[in-house]
Structures are given as structure tokens and as C-alpha cells.
């Protein structure tokens, strides 16, 4: 089970072992963080200068759970993904920028492609698989090229929940060296590895 900063945090790290190629020809890891309008606030000035290409994640508001019970709650969880990159017309095309679809390819290819893994299918800690659902294009661009990617994954949150591993109200008593012993032909089980025990409260 799951807050929300761990599964941001997978995405982040999914998307950072992206290799790329940035504007010095060089391969680099895929700049990735949470979203802020920095791309607004590149262009007016008010932000410091960051690598690209870059992949930043937003959570789409507003995120509607429904209760599953004791304090755990479930939601589809819509994923933006923001793609920048430089465009100079390195293609010899002028206005038409082909490389961010390139990019866009690679943020959507499987995750286990052995060859270019991407976040299609990629099941973040406490989500089930993320699918892609919406895309747009910058048609209004200058040097700066913007592209959207929203994925779409289930969602488990149970940060409410008694029964999360750090409530700090259960404790784990699995013990793996512990096995089952058998007497007088009746078998006598010392305590297995699956159950937890409350801890009273004063």
C-alpha cells in the first residue's frame, strides 16, 4: 500500500532513466521533476535554465477517490506529462519540428522494452498499469517545443488507513525460521509468516 509521493517518485525515476540526446549531441538521462510552469517561467525569465530535453509530471486536478473501506480509498489517477525540448532546425525543415515525436515515442513505449523501456503498461508502487489516453501537440511554438502526454492508472491510497505499514499501530511478527513441527501424529504450527498483531493502545 501507498501514499501518493511514492509512485510520483517511481515515474520520476522511470522517466530519468530515459537516455536522450540534447542539443550538444551528447546522450544524457532525461531531465525529469514535478511541474511548476517552468516553461512559462523560462520565458518570462523568472526561472533558472534547465536541461533539455525534460519530462515534468503533473497530477491532474481535481482527483476523485471512493472509499474501499477502513480508511483506504481508490481513484483513476490522471498523469500529465509535459515534453520540452529546444527545436533549431537541425532537420533542415524550418518550422516543422519532427524530433519531439521521437521523444513522444519513447515515453510511450512499454516499460519493459528491452531495446527503449517507456511508462505504457508501467504499474507504479500502489497503481495498476498506466495507459495513455490523451495527447497534444504545441501549435504555436517558438524555439521551445511543448507536447502533452496524459496516462491514466489505478490508484490505491492508503495513507488513511489503520492497516498502513507506517500507522505505527501493527506490528509484523513474521518470522521465516519458524516451521511446523508434527506430535503424536497431530500437527502442532508455530506461528507462519502472514499475520500481524495489534498493538494495544493506552
Excluded at 530519468?16 to 542539443?23: C, E, L, S
Excluded at 515515442?105 to 508501467?122: C, E, F, K, T
Excluded at 513474521?174 to 502442532?188: F, L, N
Aim: aromatic share 10%; proline share 7%; with cysteine.
Amino acid at each position: 500500500m501507498s501514499g501518493i509521493k511514492t509512485p510520483i517518485q517511481d515515474i520520476l525515476t522511470k522517466l530519468t532513466a530515459i537516455p536522450v540526446v540534447n542539443q550538444d549531441k551528447q546522450t544524457v538521462n532525461l531531465y525529469s521533476r514535478i511541474w511548476n510552469n517552468q516553461l512559462k517561467s523560462l520565458e518570462d525569465g523568472k526561472d533558472y535554465v534547465w536541461p533539455r530535453p525534460a519530462a515534468f509530471i503533473e497530477i491532474i486536478s481535481p482527483v476523485n477517490f471512493e472509499a474501499i473501506g477502513l480508511g483506504i480509498r481508490t481513484a483513476d489517477l490522471g498523469i500529465r506529462i509535459h515534453l520540452v525540448h529546444d527545436f533549431y532546425n537541425q532537420d533542415g525543415t524550418f518550422e516543422q519540428d519532427l524530433i519531439i515525436f521521437d521523444l513522444r515515442d519513447q515515453i510511450l513505449a512499454n516499460y519493459d522494452n528491452p531495446v527503449n523501456p517507456g511508462l505504457s503498461n508501467y504499474c507504479p508502487t500502489g497503481c495498476g498499469p498506466m495507459v495513455c489516453t490523451n495527447e497534444s501537440q504545441d501549435p504555436n511554438h517558438d524555439n521551445l517545443y511543448e507536447y502533452i502526454l496524459e496516462f491514466v492508472c489505478n490508484f490505491i491510497d492508503s495513507k488513511g488507513s489503520p492497516f498502513d505499514d507506517n500507522a505505527g499501530r501493527f506490528i509484523n511478527t513474521a518470522d521465516t525460521t519458524m516451521d511446523m513441527s508434527v506430535e503424536s501424529g497431530v500437527p502442532v504450527q508455530t506461528p507462519q509468516t502472514d499475520y500481524i498483531l495489534p498493538v494495544k493502545q493506552y
